[in-house]
């Protein structure tokens, strides 16, 4: 796979060095980018976060260049915005120097582009095309970092095309004033500022997060993380450009967060084979030990794919013999919850695909798994859909708005549940990592189709529902190889696995490689690694000294190996696994590391 990589990037760079050799501009083009060589200091561009500053040493041409350094989870961004002519063709062009550098532009109008470079070391040139829409007036040009990267540099950015000029061009508006951030929850701010007369919408800016357009104030900004300060600006645009940011307000938000208090500050999480048989013999709930903080019960199943109607019942005498009634089992269940553990229905499974293509299915989802929790008097619900449950709809390529109904009628169903049950609903995910990590690359169909709809599907829900969700456990088991933001392929089996898919979760990281559209880290509190408990239990099953190596990097940043983290998460909720009967049948090795690890 690395050689291939190698080929590949050979091939892209081939490419851009015949356009960039290309024939000249026409007489009617003219280079757009103001102060693009950064000789006038930052004049003209914006800096996420004070991150860039102009050197005089190294330089690209001239006598200065920019210098960007990110820090936590600012990407060092700097922007401008450039007045361009409607259904236009343009060239974007810069030199960089350093790791992970970015290069795009924004509201073209049609498709946004980047271009980057992996490699450090001499000064490389950039290029990018793209053609303006038919009434786009104005683009953002941006450069950036990536998180946990040292400083990189930038020089003799370009804009090449036609020129719009001529008299009495509108111009952009005046920077908003009277910018204020209130906290109103652990993971959302609600920013108000003076409304600029000539405005048709606003940019949000935070850190080194892409800009979020809104069309007035007040605005919500919703993903964030509890008990963390964040830095606010706000510029106004229009059809001639955008303009400089306001003054910076700061807010911290409140403490807590997320869906379902009650967990211990690691947790053990398990799925118990409640409704039938396997290989691994059926375990009663009573006897389930108490190293389980979490116990999911497997599996309240449709009584068709696209009926939304959710059944559960407990495996049948003839498959499990010592299975207890239904009194006991209940019985059971309110033992352990007297014992602060958490017991919640787990929707789906390998053989339960769901797909909630209607609002009635929707609305017949909602009724069924509350008749379950409320018979069983359950703590919440776990989301395992797997097969062809989600997918994406051509043309659904935003994470962030998606349109596909079985996306938007899962998003709303979760949403009335959490609103039903309130906050101490326990709301958990264990999606694969096809539809998660491989986001990184492929996000659905894919911009001109083709690519298989599934990959990156469980984005939107994870997104839409963050501020509710407990915890998101993604299986990093039967998986092929995926991409971590190394730009690696990594390989189930050892820690570096899951080094590199937690970290994704961690980080952040941008849809299908689109910088304008990434998908905010998740707190530490929300993540669990998940692993099978035996070789018998699924493919990728990791040695407990490879579990250890894992956490001692994620939580302590020691045994990290060769995959290069981007940040130290003590707080990492803790392991999930499949399952507590394949734990049993292994002899409790998978929970005997989680206790002698935590402390349990």
């Keep these: 796979m690395r050689r291939t990589w190698s080929i590949l990037t050979a091939a892209v760079l081939a490419a851009a060095a015949f356009l960039a050799a290309g024939p000249p501009a026409a007489a009617a083009d003219a280079d757009l980018v103001r102060n693009g060589g950064f000789e006038a200091g930052l004049d003209g561009?914006?800096?996420?976060?004070?991150?860039?500053?102009?050197?005089?040493?190294?330089?690209?041409?001239?006598?200065?260049?920019?210098?960007?350094?990110?820090?936590?989870?600012d990407n060092a961004r700097c922007s401008q915005s450039v007045t361009v002519k409607p259904d236009s063709s343009y060239t974007l062009a810069a030199w960089v120097q350093g790791a992970y550098v970015y290069l795009g532009a924004s509201g073209t109008g049609t498709t946004d582009v980047s271009a980057w470079t992996q490699t450090p070391g001499a000064w490389k040139q950039l290029t990018t095309t793209f053609r303006t829409g038919p009434s786009t007036t104005s683009v953002t040009v941006y450069t950036h970092g990536w998180y946990g990267q040292p400083a990189h540099l930038t020089d003799d950015v370009t804009l090449i095309g036609p020129d719009?000029?001529?008299?009495?061009?509108?111009?952009?508006?005046?920077?908003?004033?009277?910018?204020?951030?209130?906290?109103?929850?652990?993971?959302?701010?609600?920013?108000?500022?003076?409304?600029?007369?000539?405005?048709?919408?606003?940019?949000?800016?935070?850190?080194?997060?892409?800009?979020?357009?809104?069309?007035?104030?007040?605005?919500?900004?919703?993903?964030?993380?509890?008990?963390?300060?964040?830095?606010?600006?706000?510029?106004?645009?229009?059809?001639?450009?955008?303009?400089?940011?306001?003054?910076p307000a700061s807010v911290t938000t409140t403490a807590g967060?997320?869906?379902?208090?009650?967990?211990?500050?690691?947790?053990l999480v398990g799925y118990l084979h409640a409704s039938f048989a396997n290989g691994s013999g059926y375990v009663r709930m009573a006897d389930v030990p108490a190293s389980w903080d979490v116990v999911n019960l497997a599996f309240g199943e449709p009584t068709s794919v696209t009926s939304g109607d959710i059944r559960f019942r407990?495996?049948?005498?003839?498959?499990?013999?010592?299975?207890?009634?239904?009194?006991?089992?209940?019985?059971?269940?309110?033992?352990?919850?007297?014992?602060?553990?958490?017991?919640?229905?787990?929707?789906?499974?390998?053989?339960?695909?769901?797909?909630?293509?209607?609002?009635?299915?929707?609305?017949?989802?909602?009724?069924?798994?509350?008749?379950?929790?409320?018979?069983?008097?359950?703590?919440?619900?776990?989301?395992?859909?797997?097969?062809?449950?989600?997918?994406?709809?051509?043309?659904?390529?935003?994470?962030?708005?998606?349109?596909?109904?079985?996306?938007?009628?899962?998003?709303?169903?979760?949403?009335?549940?959490?609103?039903?049950?309130?906050?101490?609903?326990?709301?958990?995910?264990?999606?694969?990592?096809?539809?998660?990590?491989?986001?990184?690359?492929?996000?659905?169909?894919?911009?001109?189709?083709?690519?298989?709809?599934?990959?990156?599907?469980?984005?939107?829900?994870?997104?839409?529902?963050?501020d509710d969700l407990t915890l998101l456990h993604v299986q990093d088991y039967n998986s092929g190889p995926i991409m971590g933001l190394d730009n690696q392929y990594h390989s189930m089996g050892g820690a570096d696995f899951h080094i590199a898919m937690t970290d994704m979760l961690l980080t952040g990281f941008p849809v299908a490689g689109n910088t304008a559209r990434v998908f905010p880290p998740l707190r530490p509190d929300q993540v669990a690694i998940g692993l099978p408990a035996t070789t018998n239990a699924g493919n990728g099953h990791t040695p407990p000294a490879e579990v250890t190596k894992a956490l001692d990097c994620l939580t302590k940043k020691t045994n990290c190996g060769s995959y290069p983290t981007h940040g130290t998460w003590p707080a990492l909720r803790g392991l999930m696994t499949w399952s507590i009967n394949w734990d049993r049948f292994g002899g409790w090795e998978f929970s005997r590391t989680f206790d002698a690890y935590f402390g349990g």
């Design 257 to 267: 967060g997320g869906g379902g208090g009650g967990l211990p500050a690691h947790a």
């Design 314 to 466: 407990l495996c049948p005498v003839a498959e499990c013999p010592n299975v207890e009634s239904p009194a006991e089992f209940k019985a059971a269940i309110k033992a352990k919850q007297a014992a602060g553990k958490k017991v919640l229905i787990s929707i789906g499974g390998q053989n339960g695909q769901v797909q909630l293509a209607t609002t009635a299915a929707r609305d017949t989802f909602v009724s069924s798994v509350s008749k379950i929790i409320d018979e069983y008097g359950l703590d919440g619900l776990d989301i395992d859909f797997e097969g062809h449950s989600l997918s994406l709809a051509t043309g659904d390529t935003d994470f962030r708005a998606p349109t596909t109904p079985v996306v938007v009628n899962l998003i709303s169903a979760l949403k009335t549940l959490k609103a039903k049950y309130g906050q101490g609903f326990v709301l958990t995910m264990a999606p694969e990592t096809f539809f998660v990590q491989l986001g990184y690359q492929y996000y659905g169909s894919g911009p001109w189709g083709g690519q298989d709809p599934r990959a990156g599907a469980y984005l939107p829900v994870i997104h839409a529902l963050r």
């Design 45 to 73: 561009w914006s800096c996420s976060a004070g991150s860039g500053a102009v050197v005089t040493t190294p330089v690209h041409s001239g006598g200065s260049a920019l210098r960007a350094t990110p820090a936590g989870q």
């Design 164 to 247: 719009p000029g001529g008299p009495g061009q509108p111009q952009p508006p005046a920077a908003p004033t009277g910018l204020t951030a209130t906290a109103t929850s652990s993971s959302s701010v609600s920013l108000n500022w003076t409304a600029v007369p000539g405005a048709t919408s606003y940019a949000v800016h935070r850190d080194g997060a892409a800009p979020l357009s809104v069309g007035s104030a007040p605005a919500t900004v919703t993903g964030l993380a509890a008990s963390t300060t964040y830095t606010f600006r706000v510029s106004a645009v229009n059809a001639a450009g955008e303009s400089p940011q306001s003054a």
